[in-house]
């Protein structure tokens, strides 16, 4: 999403007056003081492009470079922000800065080692610092959506659905002396049971947020991309096994991705999943659901629509552990 500096605006013969104007009839949105959007644009982005855009109008506005954190940080690197709501670039203080309040910069004064990286231009905390930050300072579901999405970068083998082992340990280890170095910090507790939780094969934020209501509602025998090998010999993961019945999420960006189709048709792609799910079907014997956005809107909806389907859920007060095969 393209933003727009007053300073430039101005230097192509827009005045402030006129700035103004756009602004007061709701073609212009101003972001932060002295930076502009398309309204329309801005009204539907996602909180991604929202925070990546706050984060370069935070970066050309300051003498020197901030380092953005949290949620702004997980943007910059790509990661998801799901379900997640944000109106402020987060920026890191260190020990001892302060800044001027804006209500669209929050400033964080956070122990940090002063390490960062550079993305397309911007200052950020590395990968494993930001996923540690928002896996203790977000909504649990969001934490561990952003944390499937990084493990799985940092580990997934190219060109394969293979996972390098090794670098999931290492990333998983980098994440655990974060947590061990800051003992009374903000959402450690959280931190840990994300840790445990997060798995590099989730391909997508919905497989996140159905696998943890799974097993916040007490199932143990989950079995994370089955492995299925149908009569023609082809291979097809599905994505969940819960208590024997397969299931996957079905996300519409499938639909509505034209490189994900793949040159197909809308209904060319349903047609290729319901014979996809017939082979399944043949090769397995078992039962197999489909859920939405719409079912895991919490883990009451997913808890609902499993005993729909006559998956009883064994609901569990205790930590939130469970068997990934």
């Excluded at 972001?31 to 925070?51: K, L």
């Excluded at 280890?173 to 931190?191: E, F, N, S, T, Y």
């Excluded at 299925?228 to 994505?239: I, K, M």
């Amino acid at each position: 999403m393209d933003t727009y500096s007053r300073r430039d605006l101005v230097g192509d013969g827009v005045s402030d007056r006129r700035l103004r104007v756009e602004v007061a009839q709701g073609r212009a949105e101003r972001i932060r003081n002295g930076h502009y959007a398309s309204r329309a644009a801005w009204r539907d982005a996602h909180v991604e492009e929202r925070q990546v855009a706050l984060a370069r109008a935070a970066t050309d506005a300051a003498r020197t470079p901030p380092v953005v954190c949290r949620a702004t940080a997980a943007a910059v690197h790509g990661l998801p922000l799901f379900r997640h709501r944000d109106s402020a670039a987060h920026l890191l203080s260190g020990d001892r800065g302060t800044g001027t309040p804006s209500a669209a910069v929050t400033r964080h004064r956070d122990r940090w080692d002063g390490d960062f990286v550079e993305v397309d231009g911007i200052r950020v905390t590395t990968l494993a610092r930001t996923v540690f930050d928002v896996i203790r300072t977000t909504r649990v579901p969001t934490a561990l959506a952003c944390a499937d999405a990084a493990i799985g970068r940092v580990s997934r083998i190219a060109d394969s659905r293979g996972i390098d082992e090794e670098a999931a340990h290492e990333f998983r280890a980098d994440l655990g002396l974060l947590i061990a170095d800051h003992p009374g910090a903000r959402g450690v507790k959280q931190a840990r049971l994300v840790v445990e939780l997060m798995d590099p094969r989730a391909d997508s934020p919905g497989e996140s947020a159905s696998r943890l209501y799974a097993v916040q509602l007490g199932f143990t025998d989950i079995v994370v991309q089955r492995e299925v090998r149908v009569a023609t010999g082809a291979r097809y993961r599905v994505d969940f096994e819960i208590d024997g019945v397969l299931g996957e999420f079905d996300g519409e960006v499938k639909y509505r991705d034209r490189e994900m189709r793949r040159g197909r048709s809308v209904e060319q792609v349903v047609l290729d999943e319901k014979r996809r799910e017939d082979e399944i079907r043949a090769a397995t014997g078992q039962r197999m659901i489909r859920w939405t956005n719409r079912e895991i809107r919490s883990r009451s909806t997913f808890d609902a629509f499993l005993r729909d389907h006559g998956i009883h859920t064994r609901q569990s007060t205790r930590s939130a552990r469970a068997h990934m095969k």
